[in-house]
């Protein structure tokens, strides 16, 4: 557990010191947005359903950006080496990276999930605990597919766009989830159907967590 | 660096404070042992059945050719690459282990530090995740000892080549491993920075630290080494002095003759078909 | 003697399979009643339906097989994970083509984000990745062993894919009421087609361990350097190098 604070700590410093990712995620989020939103304009009674969707389209393309830096951060000046020669597992370099994404999603959806409630007319207040269940687990859901991804995308230099190619196609089925979940979430009353997105989103993360520390040894290995 | 009797923070015991005399038998499996080693890219075999032995404390150098695998054998030694052929082993064990890393250090072409952070907080962060009991005062003593306390709360993007080896160094011994492999620790150094390092070598060899390090320094590697090995078509031999050599330029580094014609030909007394050789 | 049965055996199998493809269009078109509403055209279903289920099925063993690989780190397995993914991603495809045109003739629309189609889409999206690291990778290692890792992934994405479907409403009919003949073509067909791709899936594979084999050639009697060149396969997994001057030593099995 220290060594995984150590290293998520040493993740945010380094980010704080030079930000390059956060910045980066925060303007492709709002670029999206915009262009997403821009045309609902002529859609006034649309704008509301198409809401939630093209929020978790814009959390998913920006995230892609935490997902390509996770381990590709690690080659400069050779540190990869030295934290593969680290007694700790890979495993919990795999949860330190998930941690450290997750909290760059967070910071996004802090700064998007606003911004959708005043672009469509989200009522987003309607129920908080949901909606904060549907962003914390819609963020691990990603981050946990997206860090074993960019496990995988390290050894891919020569395909271009391999990040794309890979978190887009397996990260659908979690936008599906969390923007029905969030269009649940933004109705008055909360119904059936909205706890069984939350669970689908519960299980997804829960799973590709467990699927993350198992297959990023092979993932990384040279 | 390490002091003698000092118990590094992983409770391994302490280094052996005795350098390798060449007479004494191991009572336990060499440190480093290589057996049948191959290592290929792609079609190419760059290793092929290397072996390789390091006994406790010995200082070993390894020279070759540009290409000839230094970096790939290292590699391979340290468990950063799979072997595809044969095993490394660290004490007897398959090399890798992460309960067998803490005994291990290696520096590679990089110094293997974060450029965003200070050398202080480089070397606080190593001790935590090699265990170590007291990483603030571990990387203290260090940063002292390698000459950089006016440049430890430095970010390591400001620092000069020299003094990123100089802590790269620092970061490698912070767990004072029994082990230590470097690849070609002189290069791009100039000669304040590479006199201060063979010192450090130096002292790490009289304390019973096995190191193995790869060159193209010849001198330097007669001058540190307890041995010297070659490193020439996928495998190892023993290199001769660069004076005992009537050729200076590559000495010690043995020629590739042209085929053998003794195995060509037991090969097909044997049966084999020995393509492209008459027997 | 053994090499000409065998040959023979395989020409058989073919032949059979040929023949239980050839009776399942026969069947289709001149058993299976034709639909009132759609006409023929609905008579696609019998394909689409077998391609799909046999695209599931190869990504199933894809995985199974990647799970192997990667345990064992034995090519056999690598490569029949290489042959599911190809014969896989054929499959996506013709159900993505075959499900079109029927869409176009049932809903008059040539595609719809019905969460079936969208399920196979990214099925199919997946597989071509994994066919595009096998090709982009250079080191043939590497890239088996990332291919066994995004092929695991997909394993896991497909159920969850499966179920964000189910429960989406759709246009896509689920288990629709057939009479039996129907059902009858439907097996007929799902057997036929299926064993005409299982059949291209085993070709494949042995192709792969052939190409392999030359590989394993070209990799132990390499004319490089001397020491290297004189290294012969003498058998499965045994190779035996020789020093100059020096009796042969067998060396460790090469993985």
Redesign the interface.
Known sequence: M??LV??VT?DL??EW??PRLWPAMALVGLVVAASLTLPLEVLPEQKRQLGPALLWVAILLAAMLAVERSFASER????W?????????MGTVYLAKLLSNALAVAGLEALLFPLFSALTDLPVAAHPGGLVAVAVLGNLAITS?GT??GA?VL??R??PGASA??V???G??VV??AA?ATRLAAEPLLAQ?FW??VQ?LG??AA??IA?GIV?VD??V?? | MHQPGETPG?GDGGLPTKAWDGTTAPAEPPPLEAIGLGRRFGTRWVLWGLDFSAPAGQCVAIIGANGSGKTTLL?CL?????PHAGQVRWFGHLAGK?????R???V??????????SVL?NLR??A????VSDPAGRAEQLAAQAGLAAYAHC??AQLSQGMRQRAALA?ALVHSPRVVLWDEPFVGLDTQATDWLAGQLEALRRRGCTLCFSTHELHRAWQLADRVLALSAGRLQPASPPDASPHQEGAGVPQATSPPQGLVKRLAAAGCRVAGRAA | MAGYSRVATVGLVHLLAGALALAAVIAIFFVAPTEKTMGPVQKILYLHAAVAWFALGACLLMGVAALGY?ATRRPAWDHWSCAAAETGWLAATLTLITGSLWAHAAWNTWWTWDPRL?TVF?LW??Y??GL??RQ???DAE?AA??S???A???L??LP??F??TR??RGMHPVAPAMPPVMRAVLGLAAAGFGIVFLLLLVERRAQLAAAHRLDRLEWETSDGEPDRGLCRSLGRNRVVCGAPGGAPTPAPAAH
């Open positions: 220290r060594k150590c290293l040493k410093v380094s010191r030079m400069e000046e050779g540190a080496e030295a934290v593969r020669m680290y007694p700790v597992g597919l074993l991804l995988l050894g891919l020569h395909l190619l890979l887009l196609p397996a659908v089925p599906l989830a029905e159907a069984r997105w689908y299980v997804f799973v590709f699927a297959l092979f993932a290995e040279e | 992983n590699r340290a468990g950063l690459l799979r992460v309960e067998l890393r803490g291990m250090g290696f590679g072409h990089e110094s293997g530090l974060y450029a965003q952070l907080e962060f190593a935590r995740m090699y265990g970010r390591v970061r | 990667l969208t990214l999206a997946l071509s990745a595009l690291i982009t990778v250079p590497r062993r990332l066994a890792v995004l695991l992934v997909a896991v994405d969850l894919i179920l964000a429960w989406f």
